[in-house]
């Protein structure tokens, strides 16, 4: 699970690590000080953390599921009492990462289960199958969600608060990696391949 790098408020930034035996832990970018730590995780972790609005996002799991889902408060003052906002246990990702997208939070299963959840409550708005398997993470583009399943084909999903696909293309070739976007093109690689699409004028802000 790779760390990410948060703001702490007025007191700089902090990393932010995911670890069965550490649990979920914000540590102070500057000095090495450990700010706050969550109990250790069920589990061991593949699929890095997500912030948004103050909250952390990760995911534990094991044999091709996940198992555990825990949002955090990223602010070290919060009390050990409050830091877990909430849990979830069901219809978990395991190496795919989630995506927060306009007070929502999508995670893409590895066996193609799709779930939507409110935030910042958790309240699950809906879950629906997308055909595949998928070992890369999803990408928000616009109101879209892009991710690649292992037999290369690019699923495309409308990120919102209710399930609609709008539509899949080949590439050809295996894939099991994460789309990228960077000047105003959107990067894929395949087992054998790495492709740039440029984006039409109108769609590059």
Same mark, same amino acid.
């Given at each position: 699970s790779t760390p990410l790098i948060v703001s702490n408020g007025d007191q700089g930034k902090q990393? !932010?690590? #995911?670890? $069965?035996? +550490? &649990?979920? *832990?914000? !540590?102070? #970018?500057? *000095? &090495?000080? #450990? +700010?706050?730590? *969550?109990?250790?995780?069920p589990m061991r972790t593949v699929a890095s953390p997500v912030a948004s609005d103050g909250m952390i996002f990760a995911i534990c799991g094991g044999g091709g599921s996940?198992?555990?889902?825990?949002? /955090?408060? @990223?602010?070290?003052? /919060?009390?050990d009492e409050s830091r877990i906002v909430f849990e979830r246990k069901l219809t978990l990702p395991y190496v795919p990462c989630p995506v927060v997208h306009n007070g929502m939070l999508f995670l893409w299963g590895d066996k193609g289960i799709l779930v939507c959840l409110e935030l910042p409550t958790g309240k699950e708005l809906w879950s629906q199958r997308v055909d595949g398997g998928f070992s890369g993470s999803p990408i928000c583009i616009d109101d879209r969600l892009f991710c690649v399943a292992e037999n290369g084909e =690019? =699923? /495309? !999903?409308? @990120? @919102?608060?209710?399930? $609609? $696909?709008? &539509?899949? *293309?080949? #590439?050809?070739?295996?894939c099991h990696s994460t789309p990228a976007v960077a000047n105003g093109h959107l990067y894929l690689r395949t087992f054998r391949h790495l492709m740039a699409i440029k984006a039409t004028p109108d769609s590059i802000e």
């Open positions: 990393i !932010i690590c #995911l670890s $069965e035996s +550490n &649990g979920i *832990t914000g !540590i102070d #970018l500057q *000095t &090495g000080k #450990l +700010n706050w730590q *969550t109990p250790k995780l996940g198992k555990y889902f825990a949002a /955090v408060q @990223a602010d070290p003052a /919060v009390s =690019v =699923v /495309v !999903i409308k @990120a @919102a608060d209710h399930f $609609e $696909e709008l &539509g899949r *293309t080949s #590439l050809g070739d295996d």
